[in-house]
């Protein structure tokens, strides 16, 4: 779908989200103002034009293309995640580069160190030829390990496109189920912990619709949170376009 239909969409459906919401409301014969949905494409760009906006993203010191390997790290898969144990230090480099997956050791009460990959994380790094991922002795293709992740994950593809376009772009990304979002994203070339995370993306692709109730829902996830709220949108040919939607009182 073209930019510009894409847009249409997303427009036409705070349109139809804003005035559904004002119907409802005058059904409750009440003088509240309704607020009205503003959605544009996204300006990932940041207000103080810092280095890392200027690099290409393979240049950024938080690109995992950074980190040279002789071979590719082997990970195993257990259950929704995949470890790492033997490759454990080549492994860190991806944390340590990009925040790629999780470390579990002594602290958290296990005897054998490891860090485990998210299955998005996992199929990032094994397309980019960084990892290879086993399901007991059998050696994983991609278009196996995505069917497996697409019986564990609802959603897992469309999710898998937007992560990978927007790991792509430069920006780390890490989960926000706990907040109700599929994830949180970081400025361009920041780490966790170097700041917080600026949005809270939620992905779809152009021909899935959402009632009244779970649009609003996500905007008070990005409020509650004080993250802006993006969405990624994937089209029939793959692409990803990106829209802040914002609330605002006609």
């Known amino acids: 779908m073209p930019n510009g239909d894409v847009g249409r969409l997303a427009i036409r459906l705070a349109s139809i989200m804003s005035k559904k919401g004002k119907k409802e409301n005058k059904s409750e014969e009440t003088t509240e103002a309704v607020p009205e949905i503003e959605a544009q494409e996204a300006d990932f760009s940041d207000s103080n034009q810092n280095q890392n ?3 290409p993203a393979e240049k950024l ?4 293309e950074q980190v040279k390997l002789k ?3 082997v990970g195993h898969l257990i259950g929704t995640k995949v470890a790492v144990r033997e490759d454990f230090q080549n492994a860190q480099q991806f944390f340590d580069r990009s925040s790629f997956g ?4 002594a602290q958290q009460g296990v005897k054998e160190t490891r860090i485990e990959f998210a299955l998005d994380e996992a199929l990032y790094l094994m397309e980019r030829g960084k990892l290879v991922i086993f399901d007991g002795k059998k050696k994983l293709t991609f278009e196996q390990f995505v069917k497996l992740a697409n019986k564990t994950e609802t959603n897992f593809w469309t999710k898998y496109q937007v992560y990978r376009d927007i790991r792509t772009r430069g920006y780390i990304t890490k989960t926000a189920l706990k907040f109700g ?5 970081y400025p361009r070339g920041v780490k966790p912990g170097q700041d917080h995370a600026k949005w809270v993306l939620f992905c779809t692709n152009e021909y899935d619709s ?3 109730t779970q649009f609003a829902a996500m905007n008070r996830v990005a409020h509650s949170t004080r993250k802006k709220l993006l969405v990624g949108i994937v ?4 692409e990803v376009t990106y829209y802040e939607i914002r609330w605002k009182k006609p």
Do not use: C, H, M, N
């Open 61 to 64: 010191p938080t690109s995992i």
């Open 53 to 55: 906006q200027q690099q």
């Open 71 to 73: 071979e590719p790290v």
């Open 181 to 185: 979002a599929d994830y949180r994203l």
């Open 210 to 212: 959402y009632t009244w």
């Open 102 to 105: 999780e470390i579990f050791g």
């Open 235 to 238: 089209d029939k040919e793959g």
